[in-house]
């Protein structure tokens, strides 16, 4: 069956078209430029790869001198919304041509009053995401999308394509379950992909811990945008996917209680309190240097959680977290703050810094119990940071510096905790200041990817 959005289902649905913005993605600034957003169309490299939403390429990797303009305003193509509910029915919701949004079931049963109700909810999120990627400048808003209640609509998916000068500009690719969040961005200025594992929820904290690991993680990110010349529009967007896909539901949320009493306050304090999840970003990789063109402006960068509990009971259980980052960037910078780049075939134009960023951090977390006691509690953070900067003077490289900054630190956190347990709080007091306790415990271990901040 098909109906408009103005069907029986009572959807009401926003008529503002956003097929016709005219700024769908983030432009690709040229690494190291100090300028910010900019509204400008956005541009496209040259056709010769084709990059698929599973990651593949074909093709070879062209030389990229500069990104040529997009000449017409980018158009949603193909923007569906795939909805399958809980009691078994298909429901798909498309972008038509006006701006509206079109509904398509597959039988003529109406929809349940709660099914009515939560597609009616999608809808708007359909929009709003497809609006939001419209918008100058870009912006992320799956938030509505990612919060979708499993126990009346069991998966999501949205598939859409941003097309100009019937050129493919932009796709994304999203999908929500009981057990998975994903979504995967590709568009000129590069790609991203987060993903989110919600099939263990008794490793979730509680929003607190959850808002104070996922501000720990932005900051991260801050730190290797700022280390790797990364895009701004498009790291902005990588960070917004990460929030929302991660937002805090917790154990206050229903719909993510613990599903086992094997965890208690003290091992909660030491995990993270996110669900596992793997998040990458790689910018569009250029070659502004047409003198060399084996010197490339590139940012990628990848982040990752993997939580594991083992035992045969409570009693005898065991616990690990391992987080790590990896950054790979590249960029080109000139000799001087005052001094303008301006790279050509010209030698007398090769005055100039070029950079390379290898970087990789691990935070490694391991608790044990032998007979309900805890008989370890142990965290090994690492943080590896290596700078290599050239430098060319007419043309010749006069310098080559490569800067190591390695840190490694182990804590032994078994003898405080078990001084927690030989003093449990009495009185009101005593728990809040328990509480403040466990959460510092919380935010100081989590992941720090700079060396420095390893004392």
């Not at 938030?143 to 000068?165: E, F, N, R």
């Not at 402006?297 to 977290?321: H, K, P």
């Amino acid at each position: 069956m098909t109906i408009s959005s103005s069907s029986a289902l009572g959807l009401a649905v926003p008529s503002t078209p956003v097929r016709n913005s005219t700024a769908a993605i983030p432009s690709a600034t040229p690494t190291g430029s100090s300028s910010g957003l900019s509204a400008a169309p956005a541009v496209a490299p040259a056709p010769s790869v084709i990059v698929t939403l599973s990651g593949a390429t074909t093709g070879p990797v062209p030389i990229v001198y500069g990104l040529p303009p997009i000449k017409a305003a980018p158009t949603w193509q193909d923007a569906t919304l795939a909805i399958k509910t809980a009691s078994g029915r298909s429901v798909t919701l498309s972008l038509k041509d006006d701006g509206s949004v079109g509904i398509t079931t597959d039988g003529d049963a109406a929809l349940g009053d709660a099914e009515t109700a939560a597609v009616a909810k999608l809808s708007t999120a359909f929009k709003s995401a497809l609006e939001g990627m419209a918008s100058a400048p870009p912006r992320l808003d799956i938030a509505g999308l990612a919060q979708v209640d499993t126990s009346i609509l069991s998966s999501v998916h949205l598939t859409a394509q941003a097309v100009s000068d019937n050129q493919a500009i932009q796709t994304i690719d999203f999908n929500a379950d009981a057990t998975t969040r994903a979504v995967t961005i590709d568009g000129l200025a590069g790609k991203i992909d987060v993903s989110v594992d919600l099939s263990s929820p008794a490793i979730a904290g509680s929003k607190t811990q959850q808002a104070s690991a996922i501000a720990n993680i932005l900051k991260q990110f801050d730190q290797a945008a700022s280390r790797g010349h990364a895009n701004p529009a498009l790291m902005s967007m990588f960070k917004d996917a990460f929030t929302q896909m991660s937002a805090p539901g917790g154990l206050d949320t229903p719909s993510l209680t613990r599903s086992s009493s094997w965890l208690n306050d003290t091992d909660h304090a030491l995990l993270s309190g996110l669900a596992d999840f793997t998040a990458s970003i790689t910018q569009t990789a250029t070659t502004p240097n047409p003198y060399r063109s084996n010197e490339h402006d590139a940012f990628s960068f990848q982040a990752s959680q993997r939580t594991q509990v083992s035992g045969r009971n409570a009693a005898e259980r065991g616990m690990s977290q391992v987080t790590t980052t990896q950054l790979h960037a590249s960029f080109h910078s000139a000799p001087s703050p005052d001094a303008t780049l301006n790279l050509t075939d010209d030698p007398k134009s090769q005055n100039y810094y070029f950079t390379q960023i290898a970087d990789d951090a691990q935070s490694n977390l391991s608790i044990g119990y032998r007979k309900g006691q805890l008989v370890k509690a142990s965290l090994t953070q690492t943080a590896n940071q290596s700078t290599e900067r050239l430098k060319y003077v007419m043309g010749q490289k006069v310098e080559d510096v490569t800067t190591p900054l390695r840190k490694s630190q182990q804590r032994d956190l078994l003898p405080l905790l078990q001084e927690m347990e030989r003093h449990p709080p009495q009185t009101p007091r005593e728990r809040d200041a328990r509480t403040r306790d466990l959460a510092s415990l919380h935010d100081s271990v989590l992941l720090r990817t700079d060396p420095v901040a390893l004392a």
